[in-house]
């Protein structure tokens, strides 16, 4: 059946549905989910137009807060080390920051600007911490004080439909390329993209 309504925790070494745990935070179609570094999970609720966190350990939704406010379709999100939350809001064709302890729409702000139905973000934990976003149509990205389409930049290229993006701690950035693959994109790239990751099936 459709994963609509549920978030799901797979714990390391898991490899079966029995190890699998799921989060019943009211959500309505999660579309993205990030982690910060003590574990609290931060969730995209598109079909709430909602960003959720449940800290760590939480598995219902009494101990789930709602942050920030103001969102469309919020399809990705990404946390960075200085517990901003970013997100892509499909539908408003922005991506938004939602500062610590930001609970409604008056605080948060907008990063970047000219995306058009941003999916994915990602946030590089080295360097200058820059922000990475998919459109589909491409990559883009800018310093996490952005807050213009003057400061964002196209990143990479070769791209078929750029769905979610990754970074490393090394600063290689990963992005899920819909039919044209996974691809990794090293550090300072700025032009067509260093390779595609060869891919196996499960079994």
Known sequence: ?????RCLRCPR?????SCVTTLNGGFNYPTGVAVDTSGNLFIADAGNSQVK????????????????????????VA???????????????????????CFASVCVTTFGGGFNSPIGVAVATTGNGNVYVTTGAGLYTGPSNCTSSGCVT???????????????????VYIADG?????????????????????????
């Open 79 to 101: 946390v960075d080390l200085s517990d901003n939350v970013y997100v892509a809001d499909e539908d408003d064709d922005a991506v938004k920051k939602i500062p610590p302890a």
């Open 179 to 203: 039919a044209g693959g996974v691809k990794e994109m090293p550090t300072l790239c700025t032009s067509s993209v260093s390779r595609k990751l060869q891919h196996s099936r499960l079994r």
């Open 13 to 17: 070494g898991c490899a079966s549905l």
């Open 1 to 5: 059946m459709p994963c609509s309504t």
């Open 53 to 76: 966190e449940m800290p760590s350990g939480c598995t219902t939704f009494s101990c789930v807060t709602i942050l920030g406010g103001g969102f469309t379709f919020p399809a990705g």
């Open 154 to 172: 196209t990143a990479g290229g070769g791209f078929t439909s750029a769905q979610d993006v990754a970074a490393d701690t090394s600063g290689n």
